[in-house]
């Protein structure tokens, strides 16, 4: 069975995003990003993978999406979670990397989680978990 691994960077505050952006520099971060998905299959929202820009080299890219026109070379497109998972086939291991929206719908998935405490409460529109004030992220429609 495929082990399914959310992996994070995460603010004190909760915050992962804000306005498609990540809200701080963190010296060795994205290394550690890279070390741990490398090789690996990705499970990411159309916004993250938008916010990359890119594929990125060895690492296969599974986009989840509700734009039945959206596409990208050398992309797999998924419309639901579940279906990320057929498509990632039988790995070992699938990290799913962002954003909010595709976190919560892959939490009842996770085997275990990778996350960075990044020391900073930036503001920021996209929260891991519960967001300040106790509420789940909310839907991105």
Known sequence: MTRVTLIAAVAENGVI???????????????????????????????????????????????????????????????TFADALNLAGPVAEVFVVGGAEIYALAMPYADRMVLSEVAQSPPGDAFFGPTPGGKKSAPIT
């Not at 499970?43 to 080299?57: A, C, D, N, V, Y």
């Not at 060895?58 to 998924?78: C, K, L, N, Y």
Request: charged share 20%.
């Open 17 to 79: 995003g804000n306005h498609g952006q990540i809200p701080w520099r963190v010296p060795g971060e994205l290394s550690h990003f890279k070390a741990t998905t490398m090789g690996h299959t990705m499970i990411m929202g159309r916004k993250t993978f938008e916010s990359i820009g890119r594929t990125l080299p060895g690492r296969r890219t599974i986009v989840m999406t509700r734009d039945p026109g959206w596409e990208h070379p050398g992309v797999d497109i998924a419309r």
